[in-house]
T-cell receptor
Framework: KAGVTQTPRYLIKTRGQQVTLSCSPISGHRSVSWYQQTPGQGLQFLFE???????NKGNFPGRFSGRQFSNSRSEMNVSTLELGDSALYLC???????????FGPGTRLTVT | GIQVEQSPPDLILQEGANSTLRCNFS?????LQWFHQNPWGQLINLFYIPSGTKQNGRLSATTVATERYSLLYISSSQTTDSGVYFC?????????FGTGTRLQVFP
């Protein structure tokens, strides 16, 4: 089976812009979760989607949002980018909640 | 919320040495995973281990959920083992990551 894929792999944006990141899960997996990794805060949970519904949300401002499509592919959006949003954004897929998660290669976002 | 602490934070080894990485968590968890993050940022699954012991080649892991800790053993380390090792626990249906152990293996 193909692994989790994320696009784009690298992105440079300017403060105030918005960005959309995409994640395609492993075939058959219905749960998709997003994480942010920064040197200062480590790996932090953003949100989880299952069957197009957000089931869990981490402690991030409303500028961070996401959605999941009927084919389980997911997107996350960050509006009004700030310098502190520069990070590695990781997506993970799982057959269901609390089951083993498999991560994609990540999207490295730089905000200037 | 739950605290997940890993020790040691940094580890430097010569090729062929053995090591033990520890993960302590402050509350009960549903499940636990160990990952290796390579220099390109990819998180590679090592173990999915809510309790008991598992082995995969030179690596093995033990989780004692009742005592709230897990251990990752690396034997006969190789330079390709270098990177950051994370444990992550499921609590309140979220995967919470530890702070990581940075391992450097020199030839």
């Amino acid at each position: 089976k193909a692994g989790v894929t994320q696009t784009p792999r690298y992105l440079i944006k300017t403060r105030g812009q918005q960005v959309t990141l995409s994640c395609s899960p492993i075939s058959g997996h219905r749960s998709v979760s997003w994480y942010q990794q920064t040197p200062g805060q480590g790996l932090q949970f953003l949100f989880e989607y299952f069957s197009e519904t957000q089931r869990n949300k981490g402690n991030f401002p409303g500028r961070f949002s996401g959605r999941q499509f009927s084919n389980s592919r997911s997107e996350m959006n960050v509006s009004t980018l700030e310098l502190g949003d520069s990070a590695l954004y990781l997506c993970a897929s799982s057959p269901g909640q609390r089951l083993e998660q498999y991560f994609g290669p990540g999207t490295r976002l730089t905000v200037t | 919320g739950i605290q997940v602490e890993q020790s040691p934070p940094d580890l430097i080894l010569q090729e062929g040495a053995n090591s033990t990485l520890r993960c302590n968590f402050s509350d009960s968890v549903n499940n636990l995973q160990w990952f290796h993050q390579n220099p390109w940022g990819q998180l590679i699954n090592l173990f999915y281990i809510p309790s008991g012991t598992k082995q995969n080649g030179r690596l093995s892991a033990t989780t004692v959920a009742t005592e709230r800790y897990s251990l990752l053993y690396i034997s006969s380390s190789q330079t390709t083992d270098s990177g950051v090792y994370f444990c992550a626990v499921y609590n309140t249906d979220k995967l919470i990551f530890g702070t990581g152990t940075r391992l450097q293996v020199f030839p």
